[in-house]
């Protein structure tokens, strides 16, 4: 006789794998559903891409091979059990730790159906197996927006991926102030390639820390490590120091006494963004010329762009890319892009931590239908329906208890409204009427139990005001 299986015990958490609660999912859906409207008002088509991809391309970027989700079945044969690495067997699937990596490839495999320049937004779950801390997870969505095209990208496509960044984000009125920091590879390079630097690659991978390693370390960091003398690692340290947000950085870059063609590229380059993101700067999103964002990724050719969030700047960005000039190559086309990438799990969940953004309700619902008792459900079901006809959102109350009850029922949940059935009596016999005859058809009143004002209602007519149509975003402050 087999024995019953056991009830699931109280689950241990599992770090770095968020769940939301009904309200934080409620802004997060809003959140993408305000990214979705920007990117598409600009154009740019949604796609999603599978999960898994085959794990040699996955690594063709150089990402760290423990950071790499391996996916093969339970019960894995000959054929999916390759080891983890750069040459793993081509059957060895890994989940996918960005979405440039398999966009490189969608665009590779479906050149033929696409039209260029080709401007897509994605808004999809990312893994990455690293160690879980603030800001950083194992599972978590990413939006991009990149635009990419055959042979060539015009340059004026990485002043339109920051601007339609900026909108985006300048529309989320409810985060904390963003600043969205700008430089250009080419600058970089070219500055250190005036100087004299032997290799700019390695001075950029040490700029690259310079939020992290003070400017002592920093200095010693470019002798040791880039071979540049001491006068010249103070001028990269100067350089790292510009911050402007208009084009006044191009005077202070010349001050330093440093020429190469590139720099002066560069220069003009980033000021084009600059130029071009003016009208959507404002006090909440800063767009500025920083000279310190290097990213490391080498992949980088020109523009690059990282975000950070006043007061929770140790997350570090939380919105970051660039311009990349080889984004896929079959070997006789090369398709370059320009794209930035919002970290949409790592911007909401510190302020869903400390309390700081949650919705002012748990559920959709606007209204509640109290139930009067137990026959009178198909009514109020009815009266349910015919809201949830004109799109509101519309619950019957479980069980027919008494009306304070239901209210309270209503006032955890949030909902706003509750709704009052019609309940037609007899007409009183005093009154001269006939027994059985019933009185003037009494209405539906409906109750804001916020207020406590309750009126008559019919369920073919009335609406809620707009702001209690759907749950809104509530901040510390509200």
């Known amino acids: ?60 970027k150089g990402e760290i091979d423990k950071e790499v989700y391996l996916l093969r079945r339970l019960q894995a044969d000959s054929e999916d059990s390759g080891e983890a690495g750069p040459g793993a067997d081509a059957n060895t699937l890994g989940l996918h730790f960005d979405l440039t990596v398999p966009f490189a490839r969608y665009v590779l495999e479906n050149a033929g159906k696409l039209d260029f320049p080709f401007r897509r937004y994605q808004i999809q779950k990312v893994w990455r197996g690293e160690r879980p801390q603030e800001g950083r997870y194992r599972e978590f969505t990413q939006a991009d927006i990149d635009v990419v095209a055959k042979d060539a990208l015009p340059f004026h496509h990485d002043v339109e991926v920051a601007r339609v960044m900026a909108e985006a984000l300048s529309c989320l009125s409810f985060l904390p102030p963003l600043r969205l920091q700008i430089n250009n590879r080419k600058l970089i390079e070219g500055f250190y390639r005036g100087l004299g630097a032997p290799d700019p690659a390695p001075v950029m991978r040490v700029i690259d820390k310079i939020d992290k390693v003070p400017p002592a370390v ?34 202070r870059v010349q001050a330093l006494g440093v020429s190469h063609e590139l720099l002066s590229e560069g220069l003009a380059e980033l000021a084009a963004v600059i130029d071009g993101c003016a009208s959507v700067s ?8 920083d000279l310190r964002i290097a990213r490391g990724l080498d992949y980088y050719t020109g523009t690059v762009f990282e975000t950070r969030m006043s007061g929770y700047e140790s997350l570090g960005s939380v919105c970051s890319g660039g311009r990349y000039d080889s984004l896929a190559s079959d070997g006789r086309t090369t398709y370059p892009g320009v794209g930035i990438s919002l970290g949409v799990t790592r911007l909401l969940m510190p302020l869903f ?62 909902i706003p409204f509750v709704w009052f059935p019609a309940q037609p009596e007899l007409q009183d016999d005093a009154l001269g009427a006939p027994t059985g005859e019933r009185a003037d058809e009494p209405q539906d009143e409906v109750k804001d139990i916020r207020s406590g004002e309750q009126v008559p209602a019919d369920a073919a007519t009335w609406t809620p005001p707009l702001e209690d149509l759907r749950p809104q975003i509530l901040t510390s402050g509200d």
């Open 1 to 60: 006789m087999s024995q019953p299986k056991p009830s699931l015990s109280k689950p241990t958490p599992l770090s770095g794998f968020p769940e939301l609660l009904p309200a934080e999912r409620f802004v997060e859906l809003q959140v993408i559903e305000q990214l979705r409207t920007t990117f598409e008002l600009h154009g740019f088509a949604p796609i999603e891409t599978r999960a898994a991809e085959p794990l040699d391309q996955l690594l063709r």
């Open 218 to 251: 920093i200095a010693t960091m470019l002798v040791e490590e880039a071979g540049l003398d001491d006068e010249q690692a103070q001028l990269c340290l100067r350089l790292a120091e510009i911050q402007a947000q208009d084009t006044s950085f191009v005077e």
């Open 282 to 289: 404002t006090d909440r999103l800063v767009v500025e010329a």
């Open 353 to 414: 931590g400390r309390k700081k953004l949650t919705a002012n309700r748990s559920v959709p619902s606007a209204v509640l239908i109290a139930l009067p008792d137990e026959h009178s459900r198909v009514r109020c079901d009815a009266i349910a329906q015919e809201l949830r006809r004109r799109g509101i959102a519309t619950e019957v109350a479980p069980t027919p208890q008494k009306f304070g009850k239901q209210i309270r029922f209503a006032e955890r949940r949030g």
